[in-house]
């Protein structure tokens, strides 16, 4: 099993920023994927929304379209670690994060999920 821990979610006004982290740890594997997925306000967390996820073996991205420009995902190969920079945050941003692991990017949502960091975004 893969144990996701996240942190640095938070309150923050429109417009400021916020960055995720989330550690991998347990039974990894040398080719994975990790990426977030969000659950807003009164929608169910099957139904999230992909955000971002980051292909470990060969660094391939890939962006939900409602965030591409503002959010960057990243990863430190050594650490087990990905990062979700959040920039020019929107009130519509407000959701869960859920950090999830996978086999590759596209059934990410089909992999491990971690208990999920609340972000806030105030008007």
């Known amino acids: 099993q893969v144990q996701l821990a996240e942190s640095g979610g938070g309150l923050v006004q429109t417009g400021g920023s916020l960055r995720l982290s989330c550690a991998a740890s347990g039974r990894t594997r040398s080719t994975f994927a990790m990426g977030w997925f969000r659950q807003a306000p009164g929608k169910k967390r099957e139904n999230s929304d992909f955000v971002a996820g980051v292909d470990w073996r060969d660094g391939d991205i890939a962006y939900g379209d409602s965030v591409k420009g503002r959010f960057t995902i990243s990863r430190d190969s050594a650490k087990n670690t990905v990062y979700l920079q959040m920039n020019s945050l929107k009130p519509e941003d407000t959701a869960v994060y859920y950090c999830?692991?996978?086999?590759?990017?596209?059934?990410?949502?089909?992999?491990?999920w971690g208990q999920g960091t609340q972000v806030t975004v105030s008007s």
């Open positions: 999830t692991f996978g086999d590759d990017i596209v059934t990410l949502y089909f992999g491990s």
